[in-house]
T-cell receptor, first 111, second 116 residues
Framework: RKEVEQDPGPFNVPEGATVAFNCTYS??????FFWYRQDCRKEPKLLMS???SGNEDGRFTAQLNRASQYISLLIRDSKLSDSATYLC????????????FGGGTRVLVKP | GAGVSQSPSNKVTEKGKDVELRCDPI?????LYWYRQSLGQGLEFLIY????????KSGLPSDRFSAERTGGSVSTLTIQRTQQEDSAVYLC??????????????FGPGTRLTVL
């Protein structure tokens, strides 16, 4: 079983709609959680960190459920520019700062 | 400000040759990481440098892979006797390695390695 699992998608989303997807992680000692965004043939870029109480950044909302070991990302009012692969990332700082990445969820926003 | 830079951006080599990939981290970042991403795959951790500590090499796939970080700044990833399965994008990241809170890693643009 992979340490971090994601639905690869693609999620085909009409422009303006809401899309949400989850990521599950197997290491219960994971302490830090992130969503990164990766455009085609580009490097990953931090979208947002995920905090225990959940957090929002504009149209993006991230939630963490430690009991069930999953995090979620919700995108409201989808824009064409939101089309990308969203990478779920976890870190167990006791094992150093190396990040463990999920395989990514591809989102395609269409007009 | 300047981000993480990597060179070369693309490298095509023949099977069996050695290659060196370079990473310049963000100034002041004490931690440096190497990952690789094969076609259609997620990112795979390779090696991690933190200050003067011994590097975490737990992700290196074989002894053909090695990395150095000189002077706590620039890093070089060396792959000896390259194989076709080494073809991937090699990504470098750096961070402040803050002890508390969320430590953000910033990625370079990567080096796309193709082994013929």
């Amino acid at each position: 079983r992979k340490e971090v699992e994601q639905d690869p998608g693609p999620f085909n989303v009409p422009e303006g709609a809401t899309v949400a997807f989850n990521c599950t992680y197997s290491n219960s000692a994971s302490q830090s959680f992130f969503w990164y965004r990766q455009d085609c043939r580009k490097e990953p870029k931090l979208l947002m960190s995920v905090y225990s109480s959940g957090n929002e950044d504009g149209r993006f909302t991230a939630q963490l459920n430690r009991a069930s070991q999953y995090i979620s990302l919700l995108i409201r009012d989808s824009k064409l520019s939101d089309s990308a692969t969203y990478l779920c990332v976890v870190n167990d700082r006791r094992a150093g700062n190396k990040l463990t990445f999920g395989g990514g969820t591809r989102v395609l926003v269409k007009p | 400000g300047a981000g993480v830079s990597q060179s070369p951006s693309n490298k095509v080599t023949e099977k069996g040759k050695d290659v060196e990939l370079r990473c310049d981290p963000i100034s002041g970042h004490t931690a440096l990481y190497w990952y690789r991403q094969s076609l259609g795959q997620g990112l795979e951790f390779l090696i991690y440098f933190q200050g003067n500590s011994a590097p975490d090499k737990s992700g290196l796939p074989s002894d053909r892979f090695s990395a150095e970080r000189t002077g706590g700044s620039v890093s070089t990833l060396t792959i000896q006797r390259t194989q076709q399965e080494d073809s991937a994008v090699y990504l470098c990241a750096s961070s402040l390695a803050t002890s508390g809170g969320q430590d953000t890693q910033y990625f370079g643009p990567g080096t796309r390695l193709t082994v013929l």
